[in-house]
């Protein structure tokens, strides 16, 4: 296949609509995503987890001194990606922590259907993440690199902006 062949065969890239569509589809029917923290002097800590979502933020749990609460008490933000490279969903959030006993019920139980349940380990030893989504963007190829952000600031566009 010569370069003309391949750019003809790219696919046409989804509007806004569609893209915003797939973020909130598998936002809502999806478990697992990849967990990014910094913190100075450590550097990026990725960790695979599962999610769950409430509709406006995203829940997961970990170990209470693990490297990634220690990051997000050092710095209450994180990045998530859900999908794999030719079909992702960057997420920017705000991150904060909170005690397994002050999670809402449905929360903690729609939790415990996806990943081991903090609820049924000693008081202490795990903590909930809440991720409050800033930023999101989907793209599934070069060619949908444009137009790739369907939340700024926290809220859903209706318009394109890049």
């Known amino acids: 296949m010569n370069a003309d062949e391949e750019f003809a065969s790219t696919p046409v890239p989804r509007d806004l609509a569609e893209r915003r569509a797939h973020a909130r589809n598998r936002l809502e029917t999806g478990f697992q995503m990849w967990l990014a923290t910094g913190s100075d002097g450590h550097g990026a800590h990725l960790i695979p987890v599962a999610y769950v979502w409430d509709g406006s933020a995203l829940y997961t749990a970990t170990f209470a ?5 220690v990051n997000i008490k050092a710095h209450p933000q994180a990045r998530v990606a859900l999908g794999d490279t030719a079909d992702v969903i960057m997420i920017d959030t705000s991150a904060s922590l909170a005690d397994v006993a002050d999670i ?50 926290g809220r859903w566009l209706e318009n394109p902006v890049d």
């Open 104 to 153: 809402d019920a449905d929360i903690a139980e729609h939790y415990a259907k996806v990943s081991t349940d903090p609820r049924t380990y000693p008081e202490g030893t795990f903590v909930y993440l809440r991720l409050q989504p800033r930023r999101v963007q989907v793209w599934n190829g070069l060619h949908e690199f444009v137009g790739r952000t369907v939340m700024r600031d």
């Open 65 to 69: 001194k693990s490297r990634t609460a």
